[in-house]
């Protein structure tokens, strides 16, 4: 059972060019997330799949797109990759319940553009 | 105002001290809160939700106070191992998300 994974862990783009972060999670969760951190910021959230099917944008969604290939899999896609989106990026999953709430991240996409 | 706003540190202390983190919230409608702990260069982990009534796990304290809309964490005697981030997080208003302060750094000292 490995929760949540992301490919891959390190990047560097040039400015223009574009990619796409992969994230799975085995827990059989409904909810997938994106979230960037950036020094003095904290954790955003870019977008978010509450469902098969179904994204919604978080605070930070402009320069990004996002897909709900199926239950397990959300990808992240950066279509012409600025400077300014040099950052850690975190896939997360939750457990949402009344007595258990909790966020299961995947160890981080660490892009970083030129 | 931030959401979620905490006292971004750094924290030095020695080993054996005891630290209170702070963190206030702008959401009067909020109904979960947690504390996650993020060690360098890793992702967040669960650390432990807040309840109403107060809660403690082991060396590890956390208390809500709605009234004022404020949590608090507090460690006692801590440990070179308890050095980290620690980030106040609040449910959003629609109940789809998590929202993270900034986070608290904490350096324990030998």
């Known amino acids: 059972n490995a929760g949540v994974t992301q490919t891959p862990k390190f990047q560097v783009l040039k400015t223009g060019q574009s990619m796409t972060l992969q994230c799975a999670q085995d827990m059989n969760h409904n909810s997938m997330y994106w979230y960037r951190q950036d020094p003095g910021m904290g954790l955003r959230l870019i977008y978010y799949s509450a469902s098969e099917g179904t994204t919604d944008k978080g605070e930070v969604p402009n320069g990004y797109n996002v897909s709900r290939l199926n239950k397990r899999e959300f990808s992240l896609r950066l279509e012409s990759a600025a400077p300014s989106q040099t950052s850690v990026y975190f896939c997360?999953?939750?457990?949402?319940?009344?007595?258990?709430?909790?966020?299961?991240f995947g160890p981080g996409t660490r892009l970083t553009v030129l | 105002r931030k959401e979620v706003e905490q006292d971004p540190g750094p924290f030095n202390v020695p080993e054996g001290a005891t630290v209170a983190f702070n963190c206030t919230y702008s959401n009067s409608a909020s109904q979960s809160f947690f504390w996650y702990r993020q060690d360098c260069r890793k992702e967040p982990k669960l650390l432990m939700s807040v309840y109403s009534s107060g809660n403690e796990d082991g060396r590890f304290t956390a208390q809500l106070n709605r009234a004022s809309q404020y949590i608090s964490l507090l460690i006692r005697d801590s440990k070179l191992s308890d050095s980290a981030t620690y980030l106040c997080?609040?449910?959003?208003?629609?109940?789809?998300?998590?929202?993270f302060g900034k986070g608290t750094t904490l350096s324990v000292s030998s």
């Open positions: 997080v609040v449910i959003n208003q629609a109940g789809t998300a998590l929202i």
């Open positions: 997360a999953s939750p457990v949402w319940g009344l007595a258990d709430n909790e966020q299961f």
